[in-house]
């Protein structure tokens, strides 16, 4: 597919043949999903991979047409594996045409380098589910009217939308994790990474398993609103509802334990990025204080050359030429 410019050839399956050709790997194993679906005996099979599982048609008004609604089950494993497939070639693409040339221009170190194309790729995906999710906040009225978040809870059903935003959440961070391999995360950047990967595929998929919308909806808004929002659902909306009790069958999951489970799983989680946060501004004002002396004691005068210095070359009080320019004295002839 020609998504990276290979320099050399290195030996077939070897790890360096591996990472610079699995993005064209990755689109011929999406091109042969695709493929499937012209054949018939294939069809049933590839339309699990890419479109979202699990329809259900309800009509929620005599006067409205009937909504195609969705719920979860084991087929959405399948298309999460296909989204991660096009999610690790759009990583490509943007690491190639966009952070790549970008890295060539600023003449970064190795740290530095690895560095940027992490923040590169987390702010695109960031600014992309931003959007995503603000107008799906803004098309269901959540943003109008937040009592949605636990009225007629359990939320089995979803608009496609809302699904598609999960699947495609969690495909993402778990793509996240051969990309650890692929880009050639240093080992001791690997633990940091993991920790975030991992706290972002748990609540995510939590949420979507538990029929909260809460946290993918709002977890890329303020640390803030995101934690009032949770104690609001969590702590006053869930419990007022009628839906009270544990069933698997009809997908209810609000109980005490489970509500505040979730809660404290959250807070916790926002304590921890905060402390992070505090501990990386902390460390990055101890280096600034650290230049900042550095840089006025080497700014400060120099200390006045000794006396020793003036009087180089001088013997007796006469001053004695030590260098060429130094006028000749003169020879004083006799008479």
């Known amino acids: ?8 050839s290195p030996p077939v399956l070897s790890h360096e043949f591996v ?4 993005a064209d790997t990755v689109s011929c194993l999406a091109m042969i999903i695709l493929l499937g679906l012209m054949f018939e005996i294939t069809a049933k099979f590839a339309i ?60 970064l170190s190795k740290t530095k380098h690895s560095k940027f194309n992490e923040s590169g790729q987390l702010a695109a995906f960031y600014l992309f589910s931003f959007i995503w999710g603000c107008s799906i906040l803004t098309a269901e009225d959540f943003s109008k009217n937040p009592t949605f978040l636990w009225d007629g809870y359990p939320h089995t059903h979803m608009v496609f939308q809302v699904k ?23 080992k001791e950047d690997i633990p940091r990474q993991l920790n975030y990967i991992s706290l972002y595929v748990v609540h995510i998929s939590g949420a979507y398993i538990l029929n909260f919308t809460l946290w993918a909806l709002l977890f890329v808004i303020a640390r803030l609103l995101t934690l009032t929002l949770s104690v609001l659902t969590f702590g006053f909306g869930l419990p ?30 926002q304590a921890w990025m905060m402390w992070k946060f505090i501990n990386f501004q902390l460390k990055k004002w101890r280096e600034h ?12 005068p120099k200390s006045k050359p000794h006396k020793k210095e003036h009087t180089r070359g001088a013997a007796n009080g006469i001053l004695k030429p030590d260098d060429k320019t130094s006028p000749r004295v003169r020879r004083v002839k006799n008479s």
């Open 48 to 107: 699990m991979f890419i479109t979202v599982q699990y329809n259900v048609t309800q009509v929620l008004d005599v006067k409205n047409d009937p909504v195609n609604l969705y719920h979860y089950g084991p087929k959405d494993v399948a298309t999460v594996f296909f989204y991660l497939l096009i999610i690790v070639i759009l990583h490509a693409l943007i690491q190639e045409y966009i952070l790549d040339k970008m890295n060539r221009r600023l003449h």
């Open 1 to 8: 597919m020609g998504l990276r410019k290979k320099n050399r």
């Open 240 to 269: 007022r509802t009628k839906n009270q009790g544990f069933s698997l069958v009809e997908g209810n999951f609000n109980v005490l334990t489970i509500r505040m489970s979730c809660l404290a799983a959250i807070c916790l989680t």
């Open 164 to 186: 598609f935003f999960y699947i495609c959440q969690i495909a993402y961070w778990l793509h996240a994790l051969p990309e650890l391999y692929f880009q050639k995360v240093r």
């Open 289 to 300: 204080s650290q230049k900042q002396a550095t840089k006025k004691k080497t700014a400060s």
């Open 19 to 22: 990472i610079q050709n699995h």
